[in-house]
């Protein structure tokens, strides 16, 4: 199948600093990039939806000027959390569908974020 | 608003046994459904789909049954493994858009 790489695994930070979270296509052209968070023992929730070469759509509830998502390319989507808070702290998911899509996401392994 | 959930929180099987996951799902219009199995500290890994028109799909050793009428999905796994110990998730989508994901039912096999 598909595959989709996030980097990086793991990320611990100081409170204020920013974090880049890479998610990227290895073997396909995603034209859409979705983004999740999840929380211990919880399930995914959708953050934003990206697509390639326009502003990523927030689910509501997410701050879009906090968590700000770039999708520059078919293959690379960003999410940068700003001036992170311990409770930001998450494992952030992205997941990834290519031309033609029929519902089937192929999704990263996930960057676990720990702010300090 | 519409939501996707499980009837059971934990489910314990005896290695070998068959086991039974169950999804109850609100949105009438969601067409497709999908398995996701979920290990510790990793994303989700794609087990078997299922779209509307279908009510049941067969792939290795899982079985996935869909009941339009009530609403409900259920995830059957023969045989099962230490290794299919995990957290799984139902999640569906309309027209294509982004999957809602259950809350997730946590299998434990034990030998």
């Known amino acids: 199948g598909a595959v989709v790489s996030q980097h990086p695994s793991r990320v611990i930070c100081k409170s204020g600093t920013s974090v880049k979270i890479e998610c990227r296509s290895l073997?396909?052209?995603?034209?859409?990039m979705f983004w999740y968070r999840q929380f211990p023992k919880q399930s995914l929730m959708l953050m934003a939806t990206?697509?390639?070469?326009?502003?990523?759509?927030?689910e509501q509830g997410v701050e879009k000027d906090k968590f700000l998502i770039n999708h520059a390319s078919l293959t690379l989507s960003t999410l940068t959390v700003t001036s992170a808070h311990p409770e930001d702290s998450s494992f952030y998911i992205c997941?990834?569908?290519?031309?033609?899509?029929?519902?089937?996401?192929?999704f990263g392994e996930g960057s676990r974020l720990t702010v300090l | 608003g519409e939501s996707v959930g499980l009837h059971l929180p934990t489910l314990s099987v005896q290695e070998g046994d068959n086991s039974i996951i169950n999804c109850a799902y609100s949105n009438s219009a969601s067409d497709y459904f999908i398995w996701y199995k979920q290990e510790s500290g990793k994303g989700p890994q794609f087990i078997i789909d299922?779209?509307?028109?279908?009510d049941k799909r067969q792939g290795q050793r899982v079985t996935v049954l869909l009941n339009k009428t009530v609403k409900h999905l259920s995830l059957q796994i023969a045989a099962t493994q230490p290794g299919d110990s995990a957290v799984y998730f139902c999640?569906?989508?309309?027209?294509?858009?982004?999957?809602?994901f259950g809350k997730g039912t946590s299998l434990l096999v034990t030998p």
């Open positions: 999640a569906e989508s309309y027209a294509g858009y982004a999957l809602n």
């Open positions: 997941s990834a569908s290519g031309t033609g899509y029929t519902g089937e996401l192929f």
């Open positions: 073997d396909f052209q995603a034209t859409t």
């Open positions: 299922i779209r509307s028109n279908m």
């Open positions: 990206s697509n390639e070469g326009s502003k990523a759509t927030y």
